[in-house]
């Protein structure tokens, strides 16, 4: 047979209160507090190639800040970020979420790369950064790039504004 916890109670003349005592008198270790949705470089190498060839559509401005906001949102747990072009996207993601780092810096797996205007046609571009080649290359995976569904590629880092870094990636 089952009481319900308020019956329960009541029987054992054990009133709410008491049991919220007790519970909070107990002295339970303490885990390491970890960021919200928090991602590892695992989890981005999974994302990236379960996603080669996909087309994100419908996803926030052109076809290469929709797969910049699926990114953010599915993999890194951060919100959409609404923006009218991909050079945008770097002055307008929150400081909670993303880093911003120079164009000077070595970029790491899981940073995004942003374009200036100067890049796709006056709209800029966007990528995931997969791995940093030389000073002057980088492989990304991206998309809209030429017209393409979403893919690696290694590119050149003229006109990159600079990187964001995820404040959740491990």
Not at 101 to 107: E, G, I, N, R, V
Not at 141 to 162: C, D, L, M, R
Request: net charge positive; hydrophobic share 40%.
């Amino acid at each position: 047979m089952t009481v319900p916890l308020k019956t329960f109670l009541r029987q054992r003349r054990v009133g709410i209160l008491a049991v919220v005592a007790l519970t909070a008198s107990l002295t339970l270790p303490m885990a390491t507090p970890t960021v919200a949705n928090a991602a590892t470089i695992s989890q981005v190498n999974t994302w990236v190639n379960s996603n080669v060839n996909h087309q994100f559509s419908n996803h926030g401005g052109s076809a290469c800040v929709a797969l910049f906001n699926a990114y953010s949102e599915n993999l890194l747990g951060n919100p959409f970020l609404a923006v009218s072009y991909a050079s945008q996207i770097y002055g307008s993601a929150p400081t909670t979420k993303w880093t911003q780092k120079s164009a000077s810096t070595t970029p790491q797996k899981g940073d995004v790369a942003v374009w200036n205007g100067n890049a796709g046609g006056g709209a800029g571009h966007v990528a995931v950064v997969l791995e940093n080649m030389s000073s002057t290359t980088v492989r990304v995976f991206h998309q809209n790039w030429n017209g393409a569904a979403a893919h690696k590629e290694v590119v050149s880092k003229s006109n990159i504004q600079g990187y964001l870094r995820p404040t959740n990636l491990s």
